[in-house]
């Protein structure tokens, strides 16, 4: 490249970088060498410009695009939480029906009349006292078979009658639970 530039050269240089007049334009106007060498500087001065913008905006996208991972993350903490909490109470939802039998009450002078469906699938008709089975009953087992008789302490005590589901009928003794006839 030619050191002595005439004021007209100058100018087309000026006008070039400036983007006034075209590559094609300067390049009729000056050697194909000295066009090249005139890219060159543009490039230089291209990524110059580039060096000497603000940093703030470029830091501001890049704080932006953490913070917004950081909440993506705080999103998907507060969902696991969220959807450990419903299956929680799904347990506890799940454990109450589970083992939660059907009771329908009847308060008379002497006890309570009572029918509950048990959780292995038996019925109980009969009277309560302090919470347990006390005094005369039905018990219905899913097989079609029944006990009529005496409780003491949620415990058969006393003369019964065991109706099997074939139709038999047996009349039974209990002491404290243990079948004596």
Request: hydrophobic content about 35%.
């Amino acid at each position: 490249m030619r050191e002595n530039l005439t004021t007209e050269e100058e100018s087309f240089l000026a006008k070039w970088l400036d983007g006034t007049i075209s590559d094609a334009t300067l390049k009729e106007l000056v050697s194909e060498e000295d066009f090249m060498e005139y890219k060159k500087i543009k490039s230089g001065l291209d990524l110059l410009d580039q060096l000497e913008r603000p940093v703030a905006p470029t830091f501001n996208s890049v704080k932006s695009s953490i913070e917004q991972k950081r909440n993506l993350k705080k999103t998907q903490q507060s969902f696991k939480w969220g959807l450990s909490i419903a299956a929680s109470i799904l347990v506890v939802l799940g454990c109450y029906f589970a083992f939660n039998f059907e009771e329908i009450t009847h308060e008379t002078s002497y006890a309570e009349q009572k029918t509950i469906t048990l959780p292995d699938g038996n019925t109980f008709i009969g009277e309560f006292k302090n919470g347990v089975r006390n005094g005369m009953g039905i018990k219905f087992y899913p097989n079609g078979a029944t006990y009529t008789g005496c409780w003491v302490n949620d415990i058969r005590h006393g003369k019964g009658v065991k109706n099997h589901a074939n139709g038999t009928r047996v009349e039974v003794e209990y002491v404290n639970g243990e079948k004596i006839i």
